[in-house]
């Protein structure tokens, strides 16, 4: 693979800092939203604590956007930044079909499916060995990257949409596609900490994995064959 | 290396220090502005070739019973005398840019031709509620009036205060002559119960909560939103920063 290409391409690498810029924005702001009505519901309506299948606890202004409660200005920052992250995942993502990011190093093969796989790639993790696949990616970053960029990140676009009453009535489908506008919301909540759980798993990983070269890679591009 | 990591931790902690302060200035806010004009575009514009409709339901979709938020009576001696006596002397004014103003009863509106509609209730604060909701649509009464040229916005005119502050709110006119944009007097059959606006309160149906004014007292046709209370179109809007569009 000593052919000169960058480890990360520059369509991923900017992708990857803006998405991680407004991902933290939509996130941290979203908290100061959920502090609006601390329940959620399933179905098309909910409003009170005894229709609710959780109870959300309040987050504190320290990890909320802005650092205070205001759901105007929280709501300002969420439905901005939100236009930074659907247009960036839409551009990443035709970006990598095009230079064969998706097909190359994302999709995994049937084989990888079989359980002594898994198994086999399960257990070299355990032991810290993370190159032991033979493309850039093992099976188990594979997975995690695509659920992320294939479920997790457009599901919160979606969802997203189905909570605005504007869009509802532009595009009513929607809604029914994830069986009401509550659902959504709480869809909505449970791929945010979908993504932060996996946003801690990256940030150990990267820690382990010689940080400073890591970073300075998703920075400089890096060289592909030190990947292999 | 450690330079660099001291970079991004600062860079970190300046972002969640940071966004207060960006949060207040200028550009920031002008940036969310020309969003909000972008949303309302863009929901108008996949509508196109349609009128685009809120969802309706079917009264077994009708939640037990309809929470009322924000202001939930009016303060006043006038105002209890009046719901106990079931609004005999309420009335609806109708002026501004119009060619006819009106002043119609609740006689007059019950007499309009209804519209009944179950539709949801979407709160700014996240929940949701379902209702039936009747009245005369909004575009009846305006074509009543006779809007004049210039009119761009519909303002709706309450008797309740909130924190020392008439409410009001207003919408364009878009929205003012859309077939959901009623005039509610009943609420599931049954009069308007006092903490969802009685005895009149607007349906915006694909606009939040905070929209769908109550305890509604005059509907005022204007060509700008500046001269009026806070200049931003709304109770809301002019108290904590409510986009003005809310149909995010």
Excluded at chain 2, 121 to 133: M, N, P, R
Excluded at chain 2, 205 to 222: F, M
Aim: net charge neutral.
């Amino acid at each position: 693979m000593a052919n000169g290409r960058k480890k990360h391409s520059i369509g991923t690498r900017i992708w990857h800092w803006v998405n991680a810029l407004s991902v933290m924005v939509l996130f941290m702001s979203g908290l100061n939203i959920s502090n609006a009505h601390r329940y959620l519901y399933w179905g098309e309506w909910g409003f009170m604590p005894e229709q609710a299948w959780l109870a959300v606890p309040r987050f504190p202004g320290w990890a909320t956007i802005p650092g205070y409660y205001s759901l105007a200005s929280a709501r300002d920052w969420h439905v901005l930044f939100a236009w930074v992250f659907a247009l960036g995942l839409l551009l990443f993502m035709l970006s990598a079909v095009r230079n064969g990011h998706f097909r190359r190093d994302l999709f995994t093969r049937f084989a990888e499916w079989r359980p002594a796989h898994i198994w086999h790639d399960i257990r070299e993790h355990l032991k810290l060995n993370f190159h032991h696949g033979a493309g850039k990616f093992n099976f188990l970053q594979k997975v995690a990257y695509s659920g992320v960029i294939f479920v997790l990140l457009p599901l919160m676009i979606f969802t997203g949409m189905v909570m605005s009453p504007g869009m509802e009535a532009a595009w009513p489908w929607l809604t029914e596609v994830f069986g009401g506008r509550q659902s959504a919301r709480s869809i909505h909540f449970i791929c945010a900490w979908a993504l932060f759980a996996f946003l801690v798993v990256h940030l150990v990983l990267v820690l382990l994995t010689n940080p400073a070269r890591q970073i300075r890679e998703m920075i400089t591009g890096g060289r592909d064959d030190e990947a292999a | 290396m450690m330079k660099r990591r001291n970079f991004l931790a600062a860079l970190g902690a300046s972002l969640v220090a940071g966004c207060s302060k960006i949060g207040e200035s200028k550009w920031f806010e002008a940036l969310v502005d020309t969003a909000e004009g972008w949303h309302r575009g863009i929901h108008r514009t996949l509508g196109v070739n349609r009128i685009a409709m809120a969802p309706e339901y079917e009264r077994s979709d009708i939640s037990p019973f309809f929470r009322g938020n924000g202001s939930r009576t009016v303060d006043t001696d006038a105002y209890r005398a009046a719901l106990e006596s079931g609004f005999p002397d309420w009335t609806l004014s109708v002026g501004g840019m119009v060619d006819n103003p009106l002043t119609l009863t609740l006689e007059d509106i019950r007499g309009l031709p209804q519209r009944t509609q179950i539709t949801r209730h979407d709160c700014v604060e996240g929940w949701s509620a379902i209702g039936e909701w009747t009245g005369p649509q909004l575009s009846h009464i305006l074509e009543q009036a006779g809007v004049q040229e210039g009119a761009r916005y519909a303002i709706f005119r309450c008797a309740d205060n909130l924190y020392g502050a008439d409410y009001y709110e207003s919408c364009d006119l878009d929205d003012a002559f859309h077939p959901q944009t009623i005039v509610a007097h009943l609420l599931n059959g049954d009069p308007l119960p006092e903490q969802n606006g009685a005895p009149l309160r607007m349906r915006i149906e694909r606009q939040l909560g905070y929209k769908h004014a109550k305890y509604l007292t005059g509907i005022e046709l204007v060509a700008s939103l500046d001269d009026v209370e806070g200049g931003k179109g709304g109770y809301w809007e002019d108290q904590a920063g409510y986009q003005w569009y809310a149909g995010i």
